[in-house]
């Protein structure tokens, strides 16, 4: 991130050149940086944070930018911010200050103010670069560019690469953070557009600044309010301050009382804020942090940006030391920071979704419904690394219950890895049993061949070690893929340890034997199944404040509606690369962060599952295929609501017609639909069917659940009554 309030102070000084000058060159990126800018500039959607998901444009944009470096013959690579090991108050004060500019936000559209609203939607900052980072990480996967993952700051890894001796790259390009780790010229800005590139200088800012020390203009830079230390609250201070403060009063601030942010904090000693952060105290870690940030080296090694200087603690304000393997593994995207982090800081921070996370349908899901799927996460990981890691304790915070922490003690969980270590199933045996000429590593496949009782009972390995010759170990990236989605599928319980289904294995066996592979839903389906098992996927009134239900109809329809619609939501409406026009609906953007918040689980599990295969020496690691390996798993992609929103109008407005079963009004409304309410959507109609034959898939597994489900007889109730209107 920005140092805080600088940008604005900077602005005058920034210089512009032709991108032309940067050719041959190798630019890193912070890529985090680089997707703020598309957020809101390049790419920005005013209401994304209305819909959920991914910005309809930002593919496209990124495709484009990366055609053009590749024209001028610019070699960018990526840098991802990994753990984080500072600032958490200002991400979550921005984050639910997001959720009260999108509350008012919702007041505005409820009341018409179409305009406002969608304003408000489009300056709340809600959707934060992160969320976006494995979504970024494929198309670059896909495009061949290079990316690393920082083992933590981004920004302390290019300043590392950026001085390395044997020059790795010419150039920088991010946040100016990066002054903080003293990079001396920093890119700013690529406008594609016009091919020229912004840039600032360092020394330049310093000079402008009262030609202030390296060690001054750090201390400022830290004071302001960075990714590594909160604003210092003083600052804030409209009494004190003029708001807002920009980088020159903090210098002042600094000059005028000692020059040290020690005699700074003693002069503020009775500020409550001051006292509450323990100010001095955090100062102290942030700049122990910058001075020895952890990086990846060149020859894959860990270590402190210092070396042989660093001090024997440094784990006291990094954070605990994982094993360098691991830190590869997530350098690689094999797995995301955010279950490292869970791990080392010992806590899990939860902060309001989009549409504000009010309901206590939500506020039950994150407290205590996903908390078995977060502990076996976290323990499968804690016993593949250190013994340290598998007694700890790791705490749950709440943005709407500060004083009550949930605690997940993964000392009293038994070791999940025991129970998946048998999945070593060999390419060999796939081929044999797969029907199709070269057996792929996908969900929906993964599922399919347990389906075959000859292929499950090929998958069991001898109890007697004499009967194997040497160990076995995977060595294809199918292999490795296919197996991790087993051991996933096992730990989730669809698979029992004869590596048969269980009831809810074929609950899920059903409904995905339902899809049509070119229909491309069988994630879809997989979240569906997951929300049934939480009891989430039904029609109760969970959100009766939020506007944006159905509201034509008898109660029937309504009820009858709101299921459909939810099914609807878990599907991504096709949509041109451009913001979204058409209506929207707080209730089923509600339904949206129960899903996202459940899919994100899954992948934190499937990416565990994956990981510790390869901790645990079960597969061949001299390989050159890493990023494929887990950009290839599931759940990467958050849909939006649009396709729940677009089912729910069409259902809504047959409901005004006398016969909404009559091929005449279906065809009217899907008319309507198209031009009027999604103008923008690549294939209204086609997106309706592709939603109602996910009804169908989930249909199947309903039926085949029996009694798993409560309330199971109101799916064919309903069922029956969309039959009529499809």
Same mark, same amino acid.
């Given at each position: 991130?920005?140092?805080?309030?600088?940008?604005?102070?900077?602005?005058?000084?920034?210089?512009?050149?032709?991108?032309?000058?940067?050719?041959?060159?190798?630019?890193?990126?912070?890529?985090?940086?680089?997707?703020?800018?598309?957020?809101?500039?390049?790419?920005?959607?005013?209401?994304?944070?209305?819909?959920?998901?991914?910005?309809?444009?930002?593919?496209?944009?990124?495709?484009?930018?990366?055609?053009?470096?590749?024209?001028?013959?610019?070699?960018?690579?990526?840098?991802?911010?990994?753990?984080?090991?500072?600032?958490?108050?200002?991400?979550?004060?921005?984050?639910?200050?997001?959720?009260?500019?999108?509350?008012?936000?919702?007041?505005?559209?409820?009341?018409?103010?179409?305009?406002?609203?969608?304003?408000?939607?489009?300056?709340?900052?809600?959707?934060?670069?992160?969320?976006?980072?494995?979504?970024?990480?494929?198309?670059?996967?896909?495009?061949?560019?290079? @990316?690393?993952?920082?083992?933590?700051?981004?920004?302390?890894? $290019?300043?590392?690469?950026?001085?390395?001796?044997?020059?790795?790259?010419?150039?920088?390009?991010?946040?100016?953070?990066?002054?903080?780790?003293?990079?001396?010229?920093?890119?700013?800005?690529?406008?594609?557009?016009?091919?020229?590139?912004?840039?600032?200088?360092?020394?330049?800012?310093?000079?402008?600044?009262?030609?202030?020390?390296?060690?001054?203009?750090?201390?400022?830079?830290?004071?302001?309010?960075?990714?590594?230390?909160?604003?210092?609250?003083?600052?804030?201070?409209?009494?004190?301050?003029?708001?807002?403060?920009?980088?020159?009063?903090?210098?002042?601030?600094?000059?005028?009382?000692?020059?040290?942010?020690?005699?700074?904090?003693?002069?503020?000693?009775?500020?409550?804020?001051?006292?509450?952060?323990?100010?001095?105290?955090?100062?102290?870690?942030?700049?122990?942090?910058?001075?020895?940030?952890?990086?990846?080296?060149?020859?894959?090694?860990?270590?402190?940006?210092?070396?042989?200087?660093?001090?024997?603690?440094?784990?006291?304000?990094?954070?605990?030391?994982?094993?360098?393997?691991?830190?590869?593994?997530?350098?690689?995207?094999?797995?995301?920071?955010?279950?490292?982090?869970?791990?080392?800081?010992?806590?899990?921070?939860?902060?309001?979704?989009?549409?504000?996370?009010?309901?206590?349908?939500?506020?039950?899901?994150?407290?205590?419904?996903?908390?078995?799927?977060?502990?076996?996460?976290?323990?499968?990981?804690?016993?593949?690394?250190?013994?340290?890691?598998?007694?700890?304790?790791?705490?749950?915070?709440?943005?709407?219950?500060?004083?009550?922490?949930?605690?997940?003690?993964?000392?009293?969980?038994?070791?999940?890895?025991?129970?998946?270590?048998?999945?070593?199933?060999?390419?060999?045996?796939?081929?044999?049993?797969?029907?199709?000429?070269?057996?792929?590593?996908?969900?929906?496949?993964?599922?399919?061949?347990?389906?075959?009782?000859?292929?499950?009972?090929?998958?069991?390995?001898?109890?007697?070690?004499?009967?194997?010759?040497?160990?076995?170990?995977?060595?294809?990236?199918?292999?490795?893929?296919?197996?991790?989605?087993?051991?996933?599928?096992?730990?989730?319980?669809?698979?029992?340890?004869?590596?048969?289904?269980?009831?809810?294995?074929?609950? $899920?066996?059903?409904?995905?034997?339902?899809?049509?592979?070119?229909?491309?839903?069988?994630?879809?389906?997989?979240?569906?199944?997951?929300?049934?098992?939480?009891?989430?996927?039904?029609?109760?009134?969970?959100?009766?404040?939020?506007?944006?239900?159905?509201?034509?109809?008898?109660?029937?329809?309504?009820?009858?509606?709101?299921?459909?619609?939810?099914?609807?939501?878990?599907?991504?409406?096709?949509?041109?690369?451009?913001? @979204?026009?058409?209506?929207?609906?707080?209730?089923?953007?509600?339904?949206?962060?129960?899903?996202?918040?459940?899919?994100?689980?899954?992948?934190?599990?499937?990416?565990?599952?994956?990981?510790?295969?390869?901790?645990?020496?079960?597969?061949?690691?001299?390989?050159?295929?890493?990023?494929?390996?887990?950009?290839?798993?599931?759940?990467?992609?958050?849909?939006?609501?649009?396709?729940?929103?677009?089912?729910?109008?069409?259902?809504?407005?047959?409901?005004?017609?006398?016969?909404?079963?009559?091929?005449?009004?279906?065809?009217?409304?899907?008319?309507?639909?198209?031009?009027?309410?999604?103008?923008?959507?690549?294939?209204?109609?086609?997106?309706?069917?592709?939603?109602?034959?996910?009804?169908?898939?989930?249909?199947?597994?309903?039926?085949?659940?029996?009694?798993?489900?409560?309330?199971?007889?109101?799916?064919?109730?309903?069922?029956?009554?969309?039959?009529?209107?499809?």
């Amino acid at each position: 991130m920005t140092i805080r309030t600088f940008d604005d102070w900077a602005g005058s000084r920034l210089q512009t050149l032709p991108l032309a000058d940067l050719t041959d060159a190798f630019i890193g990126i912070e890529a985090a940086h680089y997707l703020d800018r598309l957020l809101k500039f390049h790419a920005k959607e005013p209401l994304l944070s209305a819909l959920g998901g991914f910005p309809f444009s930002m593919k496209g944009t990124i495709e484009d930018d990366l055609k053009i470096l590749q024209t001028l013959r610019i070699t960018p690579i990526f840098f991802f911010n990994g753990i984080d090991v500072g600032n958490k108050d200002l991400l979550l004060k921005d984050l639910s200050d997001a959720a009260q500019s999108n509350a008012q936000a919702w007041e505005m559209y409820d009341q018409h103010q179409a305009q406002q609203a969608v304003d408000t939607f489009g300056n709340s900052g809600s959707v934060k670069p992160e969320s976006l980072f494995t979504f970024f990480q494929r198309i670059l996967q896909e495009r061949k560019v290079n @990316f690393r993952v920082a083992p933590y700051s981004a920004a302390a890894q $290019l300043a590392y690469f950026e001085r390395h001796p044997d020059q790795y790259i010419d150039a920088v390009m991010g946040s100016t953070e990066l002054f903080i780790f003293e990079v001396e010229k920093v890119i700013t800005e690529f406008d594609f557009g016009r091919k020229q590139f912004t840039w600032l200088s360092r020394s330049k800012c310093q000079e402008d600044l009262g030609k202030i020390s390296n060690e001054t203009f750090v201390d400022a830079s830290l004071l302001s309010g960075s990714s590594l230390l909160p604003t210092f609250p003083p600052l804030e201070n409209e009494a004190l301050y003029r708001k807002p403060y920009n980088i020159r009063d903090v210098v002042n601030m600094l000059t005028t009382l000692g020059k040290s942010v020690a005699a700074v904090c003693t002069h503020y000693q009775d500020d409550p804020q001051v006292q509450r952060l323990a100010y001095l105290d955090r100062y102290k870690r942030g700049r122990s942090a910058v001075k020895h940030h952890v990086v990846l080296t060149a020859d894959c090694k860990v270590g402190p940006l210092d070396g042989d200087k660093a001090p024997s603690d440094v784990h006291e304000f990094i954070g605990q030391r994982l094993p360098d393997e691991l830190y590869f593994y997530l350098s690689r995207g094999i797995i995301s920071s955010r279950i490292l982090e869970w791990l080392t800081s010992g806590v899990i921070w939860e902060a309001p979704p989009l549409e504000g996370g009010e309901s206590v349908e939500y506020q039950n899901l994150i407290r205590t419904q996903l908390v078995p799927l977060r502990t076996q996460t976290l323990s499968l990981l804690a016993h593949s690394v250190h013994r340290y890691y598998q007694t700890k304790e790791v705490r749950l915070r709440f943005w709407f219950d500060r004083d009550n922490d949930g605690i997940i003690r993964l000392k009293d969980v038994t070791s999940p890895r025991d129970i998946i270590s048998g999945w070593k199933v060999k390419e060999s045996a796939m081929k044999a049993n797969s029907e199709e000429a070269q057996f792929t590593p996908t969900l929906g496949s993964a599922v399919a061949a347990l389906g075959k009782s000859a292929f499950t009972a090929s998958t069991i390995l001898s109890k007697d070690p004499s009967s194997q010759d040497q160990p076995i170990v995977l060595e294809t990236k199918d292999e490795i893929l296919s197996n991790a989605l087993w051991r996933f599928l096992h730990l989730r319980g669809y698979l029992n340890n004869e590596h048969s289904f269980t009831t809810w294995g074929k609950v $899920l066996h059903a409904t995905i034997s339902a899809i049509n592979p070119s229909d491309d839903l069988v994630e879809p389906a997989f979240l569906a199944v997951e929300l049934l098992r939480l009891g989430l996927l039904n029609m109760a009134g969970m959100f009766p404040s939020y506007t944006g239900a159905p509201i034509r109809g008898s109660e029937a329809d309504k009820r009858n509606c709101l299921l459909v619609c939810r099914i609807a939501c878990l599907v991504k409406l096709r949509h041109r690369p451009i913001g @979204f026009t058409g209506p929207l609906s707080r209730n089923l953007l509600a339904y949206h962060s129960l899903t996202s918040t459940v899919r994100q689980s899954l992948r934190d599990l499937v990416e565990t599952s994956l990981a510790t295969l390869l901790l645990n020496g079960d597969a061949e690691r001299d390989r050159d295929d890493w990023e494929e390996l887990g950009l290839e798993l599931p759940f990467i992609d958050d849909n939006d609501c649009a396709l729940g929103i677009a089912v729910k109008s069409y259902l809504d407005e047959l409901a005004v017609y006398d016969d909404p079963s009559s091929e005449a009004a279906k065809n009217a409304v899907k008319a309507k639909g198209t031009t009027d309410w999604i103008p923008n959507s690549v294939d209204f109609v086609g997106d309706l069917d592709r939603a109602f034959r996910l009804w169908d898939a989930i249909y199947a597994g309903v039926k085949v659940a029996g009694k798993e489900i409560q309330g199971g007889e109101v799916w064919t109730e309903v069922d029956q009554w969309l039959a009529k209107r499809r």
